[in-house]
């Protein structure tokens, strides 16, 4: 069972909004930023969003990261086939001292 | 950018050892904290172990501390997992990662990673 909870799945139709929320405590969350990883099938994660809601350089900005208290969300628009993937959001975890990731997300662009 | 290149994965019997590494290029090496992420089949990513640019910091997840030891030679930019003691509980794909900041404590920002390695423990 992962510290941090995220839906199992979500899903939408081309050109929608959909929202990924990841909810924690305030050994993490509360008191850390947020990190995005989005892992394509058969492929290496990569990072989405960092500091709540930092994009790396080549980050479309139709993937946005807010953060609020003890939850954490990632909406993705314009929606495409090609975002289909799965999620993780990632904090550190002052009570475990480390990394902690959510249970993943699966996105499927109906 | 950089990239990453592991190696050392192979099928092992529980109990036994085995030694991953991870060869960078493209960044300074010495600059960036590094981590080890696994992904067991079908499963989401765990933390598995991190260590600061100069190896003076080192992290580990409860599951593997003291069965696991991450290591780095900066002279050959290659990050290191030896790993003991195996069970069947650490199949996986290990993927090493680099991190964008240098101590490696906080919030983990993994920025690169490499396509990883599979280790198979099973008798």
């Known amino acids: ?110 | 950018e950089g990239q990453l290149l592991e190696s050392g994965g192979d099928l092992v019997q529980p109990g036994g050892s085995l030694r991953l590494s991870c060869a960078a290029s493209g960044f300074t090496f010495n600059s960036y904290a590094m981590s080890w992420v696994r992904q067991a089949p079908g499963k989401g990513l765990e933390w598995v172990s991190t260590i600061s640019g100069s190896g003076d910091y080192t992290y580990y997840a409860d599951s593997v501390k003291g069965r696991f030891t991450i290591s780095r030679d900066n002279s050959k930019n290659t990050v290191f997992l030896q790993m003991n003691s195996l069970r069947a509980e650490d199949t996986a794909l290990y993927y090493c990662a680099k991190d964008r900041n240098y101590y490696g404590s906080g919030s983990p920002q993994w920025d690169v990673w490499g396509q990883g390695t599979t280790v198979t423990v099973s008798s």
């Open chain 1, 1 to 110: 069972q992962s510290v941090l909870t995220q839906p199992p799945s979500a899903s939408g139709t081309p050109g929608q909004r959909v929202t990924i929320s990841c909810s924690g405590s305030s050994s993490n969350i509360g008191s850390n930023s947020v990190n995005w990883y989005q892992q394509l099938p058969g492929t290496a994660p990569r990072l989405l969003i960092y500091s709540n809601n930092q994009r790396p350089s080549g980050v479309p900005d139709r993937f946005s990261g807010s953060k609020s208290g003890t939850s954490a969300s990632l909406a993705i628009s314009g929606l495409q086939s090609e975002v289909e993937a799965d999620y993780y959001c990632a904090t550190w975890d002052d009570s475990l001292n480390g990394p902690v990731f959510g249970g993943g997300t699966k996105l499927t662009v109906l």
